[in-house]
């Protein structure tokens, strides 16, 4: 099955300072990668995604995620981190094992960033 | 102008009820989803719709049904109601190799 994992229940940032969100994948042939932030009492908004190409991607709101290879990961990065940075983080892969290619989340990062 | 629209945002209803949520995208998307996100924010898909071709993902109980009238929109339709269903329910709609995009979300408490 294609999954993956978010090891961070919980990260904290200090505001200004580079932040970092991990997520590792699981897959059979190719990723698709996929982040995604959700404020209290809202949707989903998409950020950014990795289907092929460089391995850096940049996305919305200054955030960009960097695609290992080698280290399977999918890691969201953001150099300078804002309060209102502060939000629940979900990694995603791109289901292709059925033909509704579904999104499977992993369980979420809270992230927190302090004045 | 909202991309993905969901109706209502709240609802509260007693066990043993048949109630519907409504969903409806302006993207021109092919595809159209319902995920649903429990009290620990797991998120997990429920059902794909594409083309008239339904996706249901095994776990999710028969009393959860989708409609869809038109490429536009895919309602939810949940009868006998239980306890357990109480959860945020999110509407999407996406193309099959591209980013989703999701509806703000149904709140629906069971009492």
């Known amino acids: 099955a294609q999954s993956v994992a978010q090891p961070e229940d919980q990260v904290n940032v200090a505001e200004g300072n580079p932040l970092t969100v991990k997520c590792t994948y699981s897959?059979?042939?190719?990723?698709?990668l996929f982040w995604y932030v959700q404020y209290p009492n809202r949707g989903l908004q998409f950020l950014l995604k990795y289907i092929t190409g460089d391995n850096l991607v940049k996305g919305s709101y200054g955030f960009e995620a960097e695609f290992n290879k080698s280290q399977t990961s999918f890691h969201l990065k953001k150099p300078s981190a804002l309060v209102s940075d502060s939000a629940l983080y979900f990694c995603?892969?791109?289901?292709?094992?059925?033909?509704?290619?579904?999104?499977?989340f992993g369980k979420g990062t809270s992230l927190l960033v302090t004045p | 102008d909202t991309a993905v629209s969901q109706t209502p945002k709240y609802l509260v209803t007693q066990m043993g009820n048949d109630k519907s949520i409504k969903c409806e995208q302006n993207l021109g998307h092919d595809t159209m989803y319902w995920y649903k996100q429990d009290s620990k924010k797991f998120l997990k898909i429920m059902f794909s719709y594409n083309n008239k071709e339904l996706i249901i993902n095994e776990t999710v109980p028969n009393r959860f049904s989708p409609k869809s009238p038109d490429k536009a929109h895919l309602n939810l339709h949940i009868n006998s109601l239980e306890l357990g269903d109480s959860a945020v329910y999110f509407c999407?709609?996406?193309?099959?190799?591209?980013?989703?995009?999701f509806g703000p979300g149904t709140r629906l408490t069971v009492t």
């Open positions: 897959v059979s042939g190719n990723p698709y």
């Open positions: 995603a892969v791109r289901d292709v094992e059925n033909s509704g290619y579904a999104l499977n």
């Open positions: 999407a709609s996406g193309r099959l190799s591209y980013e989703q995009y």
